[in-house]
Protein backbone atom coordinates (compact mmCIF):
# COMPACT_ATOMS: atom_id res chain seq x y z
CA UNK A 1 0.00 0.00 0.00
CA UNK A 2 2.95 1.82 0.11
CA UNK A 3 2.16 5.60 -1.59
CA UNK A 4 -1.27 5.75 -1.20
CA UNK A 5 -2.79 8.94 -0.28
CA UNK A 6 -5.61 9.03 2.08
CA UNK A 7 -6.94 11.25 3.72
CA UNK A 8 -9.26 10.81 7.13
CA UNK A 9 -12.10 13.52 7.64
CA UNK A 10 -11.82 13.35 11.94
CA UNK A 11 -10.26 10.03 12.77
CA UNK A 12 -8.50 11.50 15.87
CA UNK A 13 -11.40 9.00 18.38
CA UNK A 14 -10.55 5.50 19.86
CA UNK A 15 -11.47 3.76 15.75
CA UNK A 16 -9.54 5.92 13.46
CA UNK A 17 -6.53 6.42 15.68
CA UNK A 18 -5.79 2.71 15.62
CA UNK A 19 -6.56 2.79 11.66
CA UNK A 20 -4.51 5.81 11.23
CA UNK A 21 -1.68 4.10 13.07
CA UNK A 22 -2.04 0.42 10.94
CA UNK A 23 -2.34 2.94 7.96
CA UNK A 24 0.97 4.55 8.36
CA UNK A 25 2.47 1.15 9.32
CA UNK A 26 1.46 0.06 5.60
CA UNK A 27 2.72 3.03 4.00
CA UNK A 28 -0.30 4.95 3.29
CA UNK A 29 0.30 8.82 2.91
CA UNK A 30 -1.90 9.69 5.55
CA UNK A 31 -3.49 13.30 6.16
CA UNK A 32 -5.82 13.62 9.34
CA UNK A 33 -8.26 16.64 9.55
CA UNK A 34 -9.56 17.50 13.24
CA UNK A 35 -10.91 20.32 14.78
CA UNK A 36 -8.27 20.15 17.42
CA UNK A 37 -5.37 18.49 19.32
CA UNK A 38 -6.08 14.39 19.85
CA UNK A 39 -5.75 13.91 23.60
CA UNK A 40 -6.76 10.71 24.91
CA UNK A 41 -6.18 8.66 21.27
CA UNK A 42 -2.54 10.92 19.81
CA UNK A 43 -2.47 10.84 15.92
CA UNK A 44 0.44 9.13 15.21
CA UNK A 45 3.79 10.30 14.21
CA UNK A 46 3.87 10.14 10.26
CA UNK A 47 0.71 11.49 9.73
CA UNK A 48 0.07 15.33 8.20
CA UNK A 49 -2.24 16.92 10.99
CA UNK A 50 -4.42 19.47 10.01
CA UNK A 51 -6.59 21.83 11.81
CA UNK A 52 -10.20 22.74 10.94
CA UNK A 53 -14.08 22.17 10.99
CA UNK A 54 -14.10 19.31 8.43
CA UNK A 55 -18.08 20.67 8.61
CA UNK A 56 -17.00 23.46 6.78
CA UNK A 57 -16.72 23.12 3.01
CA UNK A 58 -14.67 26.24 2.78
CA UNK A 59 -12.26 25.12 5.62
CA UNK A 60 -11.71 22.11 4.05
CA UNK A 61 -11.70 24.03 0.44
CA UNK A 62 -8.86 26.07 2.14
CA UNK A 63 -6.93 22.96 3.74
CA UNK A 64 -7.27 20.24 1.67
CA UNK A 65 -6.66 22.50 -1.53
CA UNK A 66 -6.95 20.95 -4.81
CA UNK A 67 -5.43 17.77 -3.20
CA UNK A 68 -6.52 14.58 -4.97
CA UNK A 69 -6.70 11.37 -3.06
CA UNK A 70 -6.89 7.84 -3.61
CA UNK A 71 -9.39 7.65 -0.80
CA UNK A 72 -11.66 10.13 1.70
CA UNK A 73 -12.46 8.52 5.32
CA UNK A 74 -15.27 9.85 6.98
CA UNK A 75 -15.42 9.11 10.79
CA UNK A 76 -17.56 11.89 11.53
CA UNK A 77 -20.30 11.88 9.02
CA UNK A 78 -23.92 11.71 11.35
CA UNK A 79 -26.43 12.81 9.01
CA UNK A 80 -27.24 13.48 5.43
CA UNK A 81 -26.70 17.25 5.50
CA UNK A 82 -22.87 16.56 6.41
CA UNK A 83 -22.64 13.34 3.89
CA UNK A 84 -24.12 15.48 1.36
CA UNK A 85 -21.79 18.45 1.76
CA UNK A 86 -18.57 15.63 1.48
CA UNK A 87 -20.01 14.21 -2.04
CA UNK A 88 -20.30 17.80 -3.50
CA UNK A 89 -16.61 18.45 -2.40
CA UNK A 90 -15.18 14.90 -2.83
CA UNK A 91 -16.98 14.47 -6.43
CA UNK A 92 -14.32 14.13 -9.30
CA UNK A 93 -11.42 14.29 -6.89
CA UNK A 94 -11.06 11.20 -4.83
CA UNK A 95 -10.94 7.42 -6.19
CA UNK A 96 -13.21 5.91 -2.95
CA UNK A 97 -15.06 7.50 -0.54
CA UNK A 98 -15.29 5.48 2.60
CA UNK A 99 -18.33 5.87 5.01
CA UNK A 100 -17.80 4.54 8.53
CA UNK A 101 -21.57 3.28 9.17
CA UNK A 102 -22.52 0.99 12.01
CA UNK A 103 -23.98 -2.48 12.26
CA UNK A 104 -27.22 -1.66 14.44
CA UNK A 105 -28.90 -0.22 11.24
CA UNK A 106 -29.59 -4.02 10.79
CA UNK A 107 -33.23 -4.70 12.11
CA UNK A 108 -34.10 -5.85 15.25
CA UNK A 109 -35.01 -8.36 15.78
CA UNK A 110 -32.97 -9.84 12.38
CA UNK A 111 -35.07 -11.74 10.58
CA UNK A 112 -32.34 -14.46 9.81
CA UNK A 113 -28.93 -15.26 11.30
CA UNK A 114 -26.27 -14.74 9.97
CA UNK A 115 -26.08 -11.30 9.29
CA UNK A 116 -24.94 -10.06 5.59
CA UNK A 117 -24.45 -7.18 3.89
CA UNK A 118 -27.48 -7.49 2.13
CA UNK A 119 -29.97 -8.23 5.46
CA UNK A 120 -32.73 -6.09 5.99
CA UNK A 121 -31.91 -2.71 7.48
CA UNK A 122 -34.10 -0.71 9.43
CA UNK A 123 -33.57 0.17 13.15
CA UNK A 124 -35.69 4.09 14.12
CA UNK A 125 -35.52 3.11 17.77
CA UNK A 126 -32.94 6.08 18.11
CA UNK A 127 -31.23 8.75 16.60
CA UNK A 128 -28.39 7.45 15.90
CA UNK A 129 -28.73 4.14 13.48
CA UNK A 130 -31.90 6.16 11.70
CA UNK A 131 -29.71 9.10 10.66
CA UNK A 132 -26.57 6.61 9.90
CA UNK A 133 -29.00 4.38 7.58
CA UNK A 134 -30.13 7.81 5.71
CA UNK A 135 -27.14 8.60 5.19
CA UNK A 136 -26.03 4.99 3.55
CA UNK A 137 -29.35 5.28 1.52
CA UNK A 138 -27.73 9.00 0.32
CA UNK A 139 -24.30 7.23 -0.51
CA UNK A 140 -25.90 4.43 -2.64
CA UNK A 141 -28.06 6.71 -4.71
CA UNK A 142 -25.05 8.58 -5.70
CA UNK A 143 -23.16 5.30 -6.50
CA UNK A 144 -26.20 4.19 -8.81
CA UNK A 145 -26.71 7.75 -10.35
CA UNK A 146 -23.51 9.29 -11.08
CA UNK A 147 -20.94 6.73 -9.75
CA UNK A 148 -19.65 8.42 -6.96
CA UNK A 149 -17.39 5.91 -5.48
CA UNK A 150 -18.73 5.12 -2.23
CA UNK A 151 -17.56 2.28 0.27
CA UNK A 152 -19.90 1.91 3.48
CA UNK A 153 -17.78 0.36 5.91
CA UNK A 154 -19.94 -0.77 9.34
CA UNK A 155 -18.21 -2.03 12.95
CA UNK A 156 -19.95 -3.68 15.12
CA UNK A 157 -19.12 -3.41 18.91
CA UNK A 158 -14.94 -2.04 19.00
CA UNK A 159 -13.31 -1.77 22.07
CA UNK A 160 -9.92 -1.10 23.17
CA UNK A 161 -8.03 -0.71 26.44
CA UNK A 162 -9.63 2.55 27.25
CA UNK A 163 -13.28 1.34 27.03
CA UNK A 164 -14.75 -1.75 29.28
CA UNK A 165 -17.61 -2.77 26.68
CA UNK A 166 -20.71 -3.18 28.85
CA UNK A 167 -22.70 -0.06 29.53
CA UNK A 168 -21.95 0.18 33.05
CA UNK A 169 -18.47 1.17 32.30
CA UNK A 170 -15.96 0.59 35.12
CA UNK A 171 -19.05 0.77 38.10
CA UNK A 172 -19.41 -2.53 37.07
CA UNK A 173 -15.35 -3.84 37.99
CA UNK A 174 -15.88 -1.72 41.02
CA UNK A 175 -18.76 -3.71 41.80
CA UNK A 176 -17.30 -7.08 41.78
CA UNK A 177 -14.00 -6.08 43.18
CA UNK A 178 -16.39 -5.66 46.37
CA UNK A 179 -18.24 -8.87 45.91
CA UNK A 180 -21.50 -6.28 44.48
CA UNK A 181 -23.96 -8.06 42.05
CA UNK A 182 -23.74 -6.70 38.41
CA UNK A 183 -27.58 -6.12 36.53
CA UNK A 184 -27.03 -8.18 33.75
CA UNK A 185 -29.92 -7.48 30.67
CA UNK A 186 -32.14 -10.63 30.15
CA UNK A 187 -31.04 -14.10 30.98
CA UNK A 188 -27.58 -12.83 29.90
CA UNK A 189 -28.02 -15.51 26.55
CA UNK A 190 -27.90 -13.68 24.01
CA UNK A 191 -24.60 -13.79 21.59
CA UNK A 192 -22.50 -10.73 21.16
CA UNK A 193 -19.61 -9.56 18.90
CA UNK A 194 -16.72 -7.76 20.29
CA UNK A 195 -13.52 -7.08 18.28
CA UNK A 196 -10.39 -5.05 19.30
CA UNK A 197 -9.82 -1.04 17.30
CA UNK A 198 -5.85 -3.46 16.38
CA UNK A 199 -8.17 -6.04 14.77
CA UNK A 200 -10.24 -3.51 13.18
CA UNK A 201 -7.49 -1.28 11.77
CA UNK A 202 -5.99 -4.53 10.41
CA UNK A 203 -9.16 -5.47 8.49
CA UNK A 204 -10.17 -2.05 7.41
CA UNK A 205 -6.64 -0.75 5.66
CA UNK A 206 -6.61 -3.29 3.07
CA UNK A 207 -10.07 -1.93 1.71
CA UNK A 208 -9.00 1.62 1.16
CA UNK A 209 -7.81 2.13 -1.95
CA UNK A 210 -9.25 -1.24 -2.68
CA UNK A 211 -11.69 -1.35 -6.38
CA UNK A 212 -13.44 -4.41 -5.47
CA UNK A 213 -14.63 -2.20 -2.70
CA UNK A 214 -16.20 0.52 -4.16
CA UNK A 215 -19.79 0.26 -4.35
CA UNK A 216 -19.78 -2.51 -2.13
CA UNK A 217 -20.77 -2.33 1.85
CA UNK A 218 -18.76 -4.15 4.31
CA UNK A 219 -19.00 -5.67 8.25
CA UNK A 220 -16.27 -5.09 9.78
CA UNK A 221 -16.83 -7.67 12.36
CA UNK A 222 -14.62 -9.85 14.97
CA UNK A 223 -15.56 -13.74 14.23
CA UNK A 224 -15.80 -14.19 18.19
CA UNK A 225 -19.37 -14.84 19.72
CA UNK A 226 -20.11 -14.15 23.23
CA UNK A 227 -22.62 -14.42 25.59
CA UNK A 228 -23.16 -11.03 27.29
CA UNK A 229 -22.58 -13.40 31.14
CA UNK A 230 -19.59 -14.05 29.40
CA UNK A 231 -17.98 -11.06 28.54
CA UNK A 232 -19.20 -9.99 32.28
CA UNK A 233 -17.42 -13.21 33.67
CA UNK A 234 -14.32 -12.48 31.50
CA UNK A 235 -13.88 -8.97 32.64
CA UNK A 236 -14.35 -10.29 36.04
CA UNK A 237 -11.80 -13.18 35.80
CA UNK A 238 -9.23 -10.55 34.53
CA UNK A 239 -9.63 -8.17 37.39
CA UNK A 240 -8.79 -11.07 39.29
CA UNK A 241 -12.56 -11.58 40.82
CA UNK A 242 -15.77 -13.73 40.77
CA UNK A 243 -18.96 -12.17 39.39
CA UNK A 244 -22.10 -12.55 40.91
CA UNK A 245 -24.42 -10.99 38.14
CA UNK A 246 -28.27 -10.94 38.47
CA UNK A 247 -30.56 -11.18 35.37
CA UNK A 248 -33.04 -8.37 34.85
CA UNK A 249 -35.49 -7.67 32.14
CA UNK A 250 -34.24 -4.88 30.02
CA UNK A 251 -37.42 -3.12 30.64
CA UNK A 252 -36.90 -3.43 33.89
CA UNK A 253 -33.24 -1.83 34.01
CA UNK A 254 -34.92 1.10 31.95
CA UNK A 255 -37.08 1.72 34.57
CA UNK A 256 -33.49 2.97 36.19
CA UNK A 257 -31.85 3.58 34.10
CA UNK A 258 -33.98 5.24 31.47
CA UNK A 259 -31.33 6.27 29.27
CA UNK A 260 -30.62 2.61 28.38
CA UNK A 261 -33.67 1.38 27.15
CA UNK A 262 -33.19 1.84 23.70
CA UNK A 263 -30.07 0.44 23.42
CA UNK A 264 -30.98 -2.27 25.78
CA UNK A 265 -33.72 -3.22 24.12
CA UNK A 266 -33.58 -2.85 20.27
CA UNK A 267 -30.14 -3.96 20.24
CA UNK A 268 -28.26 -5.73 23.22
CA UNK A 269 -31.34 -7.80 23.96
CA UNK A 270 -31.19 -9.63 20.38
CA UNK A 271 -28.56 -12.12 19.28
CA UNK A 272 -25.82 -10.83 16.99
CA UNK A 273 -24.15 -13.06 14.39
CA UNK A 274 -21.89 -12.02 11.38
CA UNK A 275 -21.26 -13.58 7.96
CA UNK A 276 -18.04 -12.38 7.55
CA UNK A 277 -17.27 -14.00 3.73
CA UNK A 278 -16.91 -10.32 1.96
CA UNK A 279 -14.32 -8.88 4.39
CA UNK A 280 -12.54 -11.94 4.07
CA UNK A 281 -12.62 -11.31 -0.20
CA UNK A 282 -11.76 -7.60 0.91
CA UNK A 283 -8.62 -8.28 3.37
CA UNK A 284 -7.62 -12.12 2.24
CA UNK A 285 -5.28 -13.79 5.07
CA UNK A 286 -7.33 -11.35 7.64
CA UNK A 287 -8.22 -13.10 10.97
CA UNK A 288 -8.53 -10.95 14.51
CA UNK A 289 -5.42 -11.52 16.58
CA UNK A 290 -6.81 -10.39 19.94
CA UNK A 291 -9.86 -12.96 21.53
CA UNK A 292 -11.48 -10.72 24.32
CA UNK A 293 -9.82 -12.68 27.04
CA UNK A 294 -6.86 -11.18 26.05
CA UNK A 295 -8.89 -8.04 25.34
CA UNK A 296 -10.19 -7.76 28.84
CA UNK A 297 -6.59 -7.71 30.28
CA UNK A 298 -5.35 -4.91 28.64
CA UNK A 299 -8.70 -2.96 29.98
CA UNK A 300 -8.01 -3.71 33.48
CA UNK A 301 -4.05 -3.24 33.32
CA UNK A 302 -4.85 0.20 31.98
CA UNK A 303 -7.74 0.93 34.49
CA UNK A 304 -5.92 -0.26 37.32
CA UNK A 305 -2.40 1.82 36.21
CA UNK A 306 -4.04 4.69 36.88
CA UNK A 307 -6.40 5.66 39.89
CA UNK A 308 -7.55 8.68 37.76
CA UNK A 309 -8.87 6.61 35.50
CA UNK A 310 -11.38 4.61 38.02
CA UNK A 311 -14.21 6.32 38.23
CA UNK A 312 -17.55 5.06 39.34
CA UNK A 313 -20.47 6.31 38.52
CA UNK A 314 -22.46 6.43 42.17
CA UNK A 315 -26.05 7.12 40.62
CA UNK A 316 -25.72 4.35 38.50
CA UNK A 317 -24.63 2.18 41.44
CA UNK A 318 -27.42 2.78 43.45
CA UNK A 319 -29.97 1.84 40.48
CA UNK A 320 -28.13 -1.41 40.26
CA UNK A 321 -28.79 -2.07 43.96
CA UNK A 322 -32.65 -0.99 43.86
CA UNK A 323 -32.52 -3.43 40.72
CA UNK A 324 -31.57 -5.92 42.61
CA UNK A 325 -33.35 -5.78 45.74
CA UNK A 326 -36.64 -4.79 43.66
CA UNK A 327 -37.33 -8.53 42.46
Avoid at 100 to 108: E, G, L
Avoid at 126 to 153: D, G, H, M, N, S
Amino acid sequence: MSGLKVVFLGGAGMIGSACAREAVEQGVELTVVTRGPAEKWPVPEGVRHLRGDVRDPEVLKELLSDAEFDAAVSWIGFNREQVATDVEFFEGRVGQYVFISTASVFSRPVPQLPITESSPRRNDAWPYPKEKLECEELLEQAYRERYFPVTIVRPSHTYDRTVVPVLAGWTAIERMRRNAPVVVHGDGTSLWTLMHTSDFARAFVPILGNPHAIGESVNVVSGEILTWDQIHHTLAAAAGVPATLVHRASETIETEVPQWGPVLKHDFAHSLLFDTSKLQRLAPGFNPRIPFARGAREIIDWYDADPTRRAVNDKLSAAFDRLIENR
